[in-house]
């Protein structure tokens, strides 16, 4: 088939979004389907991924954080675009601005539409200072994925929010993780020791430096004594964080097998964000081998299992995250314990595995566009 893929967000941004149509594209490239790929324009951006054209659309970048390209195309621009592409289907990938001129134009011509909901912008309003907004945010959201023939929720929270929004035609499709790259094989001893010289429990934070992430609220993990916090990643928040957090060993962003290997080489992982989908951050972690501490709510409810693979604690209680954390630095044979069943949790999570039944929901779509009126 030929797969029209509209990118919310896309290379050289790395995110969720972007990690995940990798794979999409290396699955539908393995299978000799087509693809190609509409995105946002981007200094640096790619003009081609395993083997996919990328078509790039007018786009700004997103005050404060201009890293973040917002896309600005009109329905009828997406319209000729599509006409001209003539895709099979169109898969819209965290669709907001770009996937809302996609989604009407796609309806326009009669063409399948698959949606996968995978960002809760409109909670991010609030962390940027814009409460007010939250509603009307809300209300794209739904006209987006109600006008879509199949949306695909990344966990049971989110089919829960969108059910709550009267999105109807869901489906459960969670995201996939690369088991041989997150492996515990990958923990190295020189990095730790690096971190940590005086054989300190490492703990680690992956992932954006945001506003909605939170990764102030570590900042009692961070000060510790026997701890070493370890932060990757990179964002807005960076030089508050740096300041607010001086004993904690920022990494900055990492790829590929130094991500991998810095994931390994953690003993806990927290994950302070209350706005996830999914989380895969915290999947990678687990296939990493390591217990993870997180809020109950979101995304990580469906990957950690209380006091199996890691801990869930009440959204908000800082003091919650902190007594988890404690209590994993303190007891080892218990650290250990849950970072073996981390492993083993998410183990059958292949991206293959999942990348197949997308498939199969894309067939769906096709298959109700046909018989529609």
Avoid at 50 to 62: L, Q
């Amino acid at each position: 088939m030929k797969v029209a893929l509209v990118a919310e967000s896309f290379l050289p941004h790395t995110n969720g979004v972007t990690h995940s149509l990798l794979r999409v594209l290396d699955h539908l490239a393995d299978r000799g389907d087509e693809a190609v790929v509409i995105a946002p324009e981007a200094p640096g951006a790619p003009d081609e991924v395993a083997g996919a054209p990328i078509v790039h659309v007018p786009a700004v970048g997103w005050p404060g954080y201009r890293d973040v390209r917002v896309a600005l195309s009109s329905v009828r621009r997406l319209s000729r675009l599509l006409e001209e592409l003539a895709p099979d289907v169109v898969h819209l990938a965290s669709p907001f601005m770009l996937g809302w001129a996609a989604v009407r134009a796609a309806a326009d011509l009669g063409l399948p539409t698959v949606a996968i909901y995978q960002t809760d912008v409109p909670s991010y309003a609030a962390a940027y200072g814009m409460p007010w907004g939250e509603p009307l945010l809300w209300a794209r959201v739904r006209h987006i994925h109600t006008a879509a023939d199949v949306t695909l929720a990344p966990s049971t929270a989110a089919m829960e929010q969108l059910a709550a929004l009267g999105v109807d035609r869901l489906q459960l499709w969670p995201r996939g993780v690369d088991t041989a790259r997150f492996n515990p094989a990958h923990r190295d001893d020189a990095l730790r020791a690096s971190w940590a010289p005086h054989g300190e429990v490492v703990v680690g934070y992956v992932g954006r430096l945001a506003p909605e992430k939170r990764v102030g609220d570590l900042a009692g993990i961070a000060a510790m004594p026997g701890v070493r916090l370890v932060i990757i990643g990179e964002g807005p928040e960076g030089a508050r964080l740096r300041r607010l957090m001086p004993r904690a060993e920022f990494a900055g962003f990492l790829g590929g097998g130094e991500l991998a290997r810095a994931v390994a080489s953690l003993d806990v992982m927290v994950h302070p964000g209350e706005l996830e989908t999914f989380g895969q951050s915290v999947q990678e972690a687990l296939a990493s081998g390591v217990p993870v501490v997180a809020p109950r709510r979101g995304g990580p409810v469906d990957l950690i299992a209380h006091g199996s693979n890691g801990h869930l604690y009440s959204p908000g209680r800082i003091d919650h995250l902190e007594a988890a954390v404690e209590e994993l630095v303190a007891l080892e044979d218990l650290r250990l314990l849950q970072g073996a069943h981390a492993r083993i949790s998410v183990e059958g999570r292949t991206w293959p595995r999942v990348c197949a039944s997308l498939i199969g929901y894309y067939e769906a779509a096709i298959a109700a566009r046909a018989v529609s009126p």
